[in-house]
């Protein structure tokens, strides 16, 4: 199972070159590779390299609320919750 998450996160990397990205798809462009980004993020999560997904997810350039779920969950499973900004959680 961890082979398929490996190949699967390096398939959602590969997908993030601007060569895939087609001029009529170029305004949607940031939103498909910031999907891409969580997808390989995610898949890196499963195979517990919490570094690595932290390091895909840092490279969306927008702030989507799924986004920043999965900054959150990178930041669980590192046991980092203080270095999240306050403007993100509000954690009590």
């Given at each position: 199972?961890?082979?398929q ?43 517990k ?44």
């Amino acid at each position: 199972m961890g082979r398929q998450y490996s190949e699967a996160s390096e398939w959602y990397l590969a997908a993030t070159h601007p060569l895939f990205f087609s001029d009529a798809v170029q305004s949607s462009s940031p939103d498909q590779a910031a999907k891409c980004y969580r997808k390989a993020a995610l898949c890196y999560l499963e195979r517990k390299e919490f570094a690595s997904a932290t390091n895909v997810i840092r490279k969306c350039t927008t702030n989507e609320a799924a986004n920043v779920y999965v900054q959150f969950l990178c930041a669980l499973q590192q046991g980092k919750l203080h270095t999240l900004t306050s403007n993100h959680f509000f954690l009590f």
